[in-house]
Antibody
Framework: EVQLVESGGGLVQPGRSLRLSCLGS????????LSWFRQAPGKGLEWLGF??????????EHAASVKGRFTISRDDSKSLTHLQMNSLKTEDTAVYYC???????????WGQGTLVTVSS | QSALTQPPSASGSPGQSVTISCTGT?????????VSWYQQHPGEAPKLMIY???KRPSGVPDRFSGSKSGNTASLTVSGLQAEDEADYYC??????????FGGGTKLTVL
């Protein structure tokens, strides 16, 4: 069974940094493209970015809204993907999800999400 | 770029069919085949229901179908069941590694 488990969320002050992690199991992690999303309370989904597999160069793309502040990475030896978030703002408050990509823009498997609250 | 436009709500009785629309522009929905639909129950993670306009992932009932015409994509749920009551989100690739989402449609099974 494919599983993705996010961790690292919590309460953080504006301007600080936070790193989220996502542990994958039940599939060949290294062969999978991975993406990150977020959902602000009561709001819709927002794509944050993706990282391709090593086969495709571990290329990354980030949404314009977070480019320069957020960085996606992966550690295939530990079946982990990370979302490094810097210079956090109150509007970054959301549940953050990682996904395993089935195809281009098709995100088949989702973690349970981890809540990040940015507040002083 | 603006989000895709979905009706805020839709409803139908058990056994009926309901269609949810997702309107974009000539730069996204109309241009690319990468339209997806997600179902989200309260407090849960989204679930992929349709990708590449009309493909169903393994395990998704064939009661769910997708289509596209011009700038508008549609999700049709046939034979409505109580468990179909959820929020539904559409997404479309918009070029330049940009992915747009609709605002979501709350589907109520009457």
């Amino acid at each position: 069974e494919v599983q993705l488990v996010e961790s690292g969320g919590g309460l953080v002050q504006p301007g600080r940094s936070l790193r989220l992690s996502c542990l994958g199991s039940g599939f060949t992690f290294g062969d999978s493209g991975l993406s990150w999303f977020r959902q602000a309370p009561g709001k819709g989904l927002e794509w944050l970015g993706f990282i391709t597999s090593k086969t495709y160069g571990e290329a990354t793309e980030h949404a314009a809204s977070v480019k320069g502040r957020f960085t996606i990475s992966r550690d295939d030896s530990k079946s982990l993907t990370h979302l490094q978030m810097n210079s956090l703002k109150t509007e970054d408050t959301a549940v953050y999800y990682c996904t395993r990509d089935l195809a281009v823009t098709a995100y088949e498997n989702w973690g349970q999400g981890t809540l990040v609250t940015v507040s002083s | 770029q603006s989000a895709l436009t979905q009706p805020p709500s839709a409803s139908g009785s058990p056994g009926q069919s309901v269609t949810i629309s997702c309107t974009g522009t000539s730069s996204d929905v109309n241009t690319y085949k990468y339209v997806s639909w997600y179902q989200q129950h309260p407090g849960e993670a989204p679930k992929l229901m349709i990708y590449e306009v009309s493909k169903r992932p393994s395990g998704v009932p064939d009661r769910f179908s997708g289509s596209k015409s011009g700038n508008t994509a549609s999700l049709t749920v046939s034979g409505l069941q109580a468990e179909d009551e959820a929020d539904y989100y559409c997404s479309s690739y918009a070029g330049s590694n940009n992915l747009l989402f609709g605002g979501g449609t709350k589907l109520t099974v009457l």
